[in-house]
């Protein structure tokens, strides 16, 4: 434990270091910019010690791996992202444990969430995602269908919609993933005054381990990174 707790607290301050370089090369603070830390590929040990080591905002891809951490973890101050795709029938268990989705692609899934959280009788923050490389293999609403989807949200009380989420394009080098977090940008920028009241679209969640330096140029707020903060750590 001192060693993965060592390795664990190195990493976590250099992938900080590279955060607040790249806000101060956007002319931002870097406390403008969240770090979610994404544990997928590791288990709960290893996310106990990361947050021993001072980062409490964690980022799981899929429920059923969130609710075993969760439950694993429930001793600890975590705040959880949900990441990854959510279907319908998984919403009811995972609501009650995140305090983000950063993955709403769909009406469907809107008016699946705003039910559970009415239930729950609380407000939950979304982002949606936003297929903005246009890759068939990827999950994600296409850009032209983001506005008229934003009027019908409008209506849902308990979801607060607080930004846009993408992920670069899955081949291609730095300056293709730049083109792709400033079309994001762009899109956020241009739907900003057209949106409906009481929808803000501050949050812009993109940039991973491979190009969130560049992803916070270009305007992220929030970055959400896994293997960069596990390198030298074995499972």
Request: contains cysteine; glycine residues 6%; proline residues 5%.
């Amino acid at each position: 434990m001192p060693d993965l707790l060592l390795r664990l607290k190195e990493n976590l301050q250099h992938v900080r270091q590279r955060i607040a370089a790249a806000a101060q090369r956007s002319g931002r603070r870097p406390e403008a910019v969240r770090l979610v830390a994404v544990t997928k590929y590791v288990g709960p040990e290893t996310v106990r010690a990361l947050v021993a080591a001072g980062c409490r905002e964690i980022g799981e891809s899929r429920p059923q791996q969130l609710w075993q951490k969760a439950e694993a973890l429930a001793d600890l101050p975590i705040t959880w992202h949900l990441v990854g795709h959510l279907q319908r029938n998984k919403v009811r268990r995972t609501l009650p444990l995140i305090s983000m989705i950063h993955s709403l692609d769909s009406l469907r899934l809107a008016e699946a969430l705003e039910e559970a959280a009415e239930a729950l009788d609380r407000r939950l923050p979304v982002l949606l995602e936003i297929n903005i490389s246009g890759e068939a293999a990827k999950t994600g609403l296409q850009s032209d269908v983001v506005e008229p989807l934003l009027v019908k949200l409008a209506d849902c009380r308990h979801l607060e919609v607080r930004g846009l989420m993408a992920m670069a394009a899955l081949e291609g080098g730095p300056e293709e993933a730049r083109r792709d977090f400033a079309a994001l940008r762009a899109l956020r920028d241009r739907l900003r005054p057209r949106c409906p009241e009481g929808i803000v679209l501050e949050e812009l969640s993109m940039g991973m381990s491979g190009d969130y330096e560049i992803a916070i140029e270009e305007g992220a707020t929030m970055v959400r990174v896994g293997s960069a903060l596990f390198e030298g750590i074995e499972e």
